[in-house]
């Protein structure tokens, strides 16, 4: 009995009906970057100082320029190490008052304007930004900029949760009801956030975006692995992940179009309800349905498909079945990932290769919100060094191997933070040079942690495998905010700091893994054991895909070994 792939082999593995799906999807790929780095300018922190009562009449009636209100009634900066009394204190003098003259007019109330007691932002502060953001309209500065960390945290646990439940969604229920439904309530959710009154629903809102965000966007990423052959299969994900990136570009000019935040998040959330169109664009996964015993709705799309690519389906297509697999009836527990010592090495080191990822992606593009010079710019610029990233995985994976390039791509982040703490802020250019070297390092480590993470463990747990290991990814996600924001008000140059240890330990704990290229998946725990002496090698099957006809074609790898692998970020 023909199996998917075997009908796939003689339809088109990647014919037209592929290229569409995929293209078509690649928009919901994108449409997660929103989401996934929205803080960055949903939640930009501007220059501000204590609004104090008065000032601004005392500057018009003297005529002073901005710099020289500033000069006379902000304090000035405190000693490096504390936590910006600029723009956290102010001082306690009553502006109203006559005696009060326009050259130095603290010089009347102490001879050392040091000496005048300083008290608390009482009646707000002045943001110096002509747009706004959650951090202006809220006020989640000083006291209260911990709220902004807690921000970015809900999206990661609402992430973490949803891997959970929406995963089990997309197995029992199927790819496509999972798609439509999480995008629907991504879609509701993203423009209830636009239109949050308070911060408390705003929270809320975030919380349960990102519970389905996530979901949609792994849905769209394993139909368009499933419609496609073995020997497409890694690239195309690769490419879909590339999608993302091209969403973050996007994003970037649509931020610095509209520079208020609650117009920006409905300018990224209306467009998604567009996606509901998929309900007549994009059919159900025919494997999924095979699995589901539904063979006449999988016979049904194979025929669709065979008559988009051009082809006559198979004499034998009614005959369609999964591939039997043996391995499939053994019950996989927790403890199988950890029964063995081999086993036990790989999911220590690769529950630490997640964690380091998420901790080191986010944490950089974080770091160029609350450092950077032109905050557009620098996001633009660091976004870009993604497409050669995922190029040379693809350049690479299949020549080289997966441990070096991982482990070197780890050394090669972590040496580019630890670099940019020695960088002065007036060779701002040099510093954002090695920021993007770091970004696409931990890019390429991002993309083939989880295709290795797939071809370490045995068949029958390596789903398993993939979401508690890919759990540390999230899990990473929800301190990350903390470790960057909090730390940056100690020293600009700790939350780099500690990017740079753990992921040059990273590097060093990847080079004990074993090299998984041309080793068969292990099926049995003793496979996995053996992994090293292990060197059935398969022969590459080159393949082209052609986006565009006579144009552009990129090479593909050998028969993909991470079918079963989730592609997270």
């Not at 901005?66 to 490096?80: I, S, Y």
């Not at 705003?202 to 990102?210: E, N, V």
């Not at 901790?359 to 633009?380: E, P, S, W």
Request: hydrophobic content about 45%; glycine content about 8%.
């Amino acid at each position: 009995m023909p199996t998917v792939d075997d009908v796939l082999e003689q339809v088109g593995e990647f014919g037209w009906f592929q290229k569409q799906a995929f293209l078509t999807l690649c928009l919901l790929s994108a449409s997660f970057a929103p989401v996934y780095v929205g803080i960055v300018f949903l939640g930009f922190t501007p220059d501000h100082r204590c609004l104090s009562p008065g000032v601004a009449e005392l500057s018009q009636r003297c005529g002073w320029s901005l710099a020289e209100e500033l000069n006379f009634t902000v304090p000035d900066p405190g000693p490096e190490g504390e936590a910006f009394p600029r723009q956290c204190r102010r001082y306690q003098v009553d502006w109203n008052q006559s005696a009060l003259g326009c050259v130095d007019p603290l010089a009347s109330l102490a001879s050392n304007r040091s000496h005048l007691p300083l008290g608390p932002c009482l009646h707000g502060w002045v943001y110096d930004t002509p747009g706004s953001s959650i951090v202006t309209e809220f006020n989640l500065v000083c006291e209260n900029s911990w709220k902004l960390d807690l921000f970015q945290s809900c999206v990661n646990v609402g992430f973490f949760l949803g891997s959970l439940g929406v995963g089990y969604i997309a197995d029992r229920f199927g790819r496509k009801l999972c798609l439509l439904t999480t995008t629907l309530i991504s879609a509701i959710s993203g423009v209830l956030t636009a239109v949050a009154p308070d911060y408390t629903s705003l929270l809320l809102f975030r919380l349960l975006q990102g519970f389905v965000s996530k979901g949609s966007w792994t849905a769209g990423y394993t139909l368009t692995t499933e419609f496609v052959g073995l020997g497409y299969r890694r690239t195309v994900a690769i490419l879909y992940q590339m999608a993302f990136t091209a969403g973050l570009v996007l994003f970037c000019g649509v931020a610095y179009a509209i520079p208020h935040w609650r117009e920006l998040q409905l300018a990224v959330s209306v467009p998604t309800f567009l996606f509901l169109f998929y309900y007549w664009c994009v059919p159900e996964s025919p494997r999924w349905l095979l699995s589901q015993k539904r063979n006449s709705q999988a016979i049904k799309i194979m025929d669709h498909i065979a008559q988009k690519n051009g082809k006559l389906p198979p004499a034998n297509l009614k005959m369609l079945s999964l591939e039997e697999d043996v391995t499939e009836k053994l019950s996989p527990s927790f403890a199988d990932l950890v029964r063995t010592p081999h086993l036990r090495k790989y999911t220590c080191i690769l529950m630490y290769l997640w964690f380091t990822s998420s901790v080191l992606y986010q944490g950089l593009i974080m770091h160029v919100g609350a450092t950077g010079g032109n905050l557009y710019l620098d996001f633009f610029y660091s976004a870009l060094v993604e497409f050669p990233a995922a190029l040379i995985i693809i350049l690479t994976i299949d020549r080289v191997g997966r441990l070096y390039p991982l482990a070197v791509s780890n050394l090669v982040a972590g040496a580019a933070c630890f670099a940019m703490v020695f960088i002065s802020h007036d060779l701002h250019w040099l510093s954002m040079v090695a920021a993007c070297v770091g970004r696409m390092g931990i890019t390429i480590v991002f993309q083939m942690v989880c295709l290795v993470n797939a071809e370490l463990y045995p068949t029958f747990v390596r789903n398993l495998g993939m979401m508690v290991c890919s759990s540390l990814c999230d899990l990473g996600g929800i301190i990350t905010p903390f470790l960057v924001f909090r730390l940056v008000e100690v020293w600009q140059g700790l939350p780099l700091v500690l990017f740079a240890v753990l992921s040059l330990v990273a590097g060093g704990m990847t080079l004990l893994l074993p090299e998984t290229k041309g080793v068969a998946l292990p099926e049995t725990i003793e496979d996995a054991e053996n992994l090293r002496s292990f060197y059935r090698k398969a022969k590459p099957k080159e393949k082209k895909i052609y986006l565009q006809v006579q144009t552009s074609e990129v090479q593909t790898p050998e028969r993909d070994t991470s079918q079963g692998a989730e592609g997270q970020r």
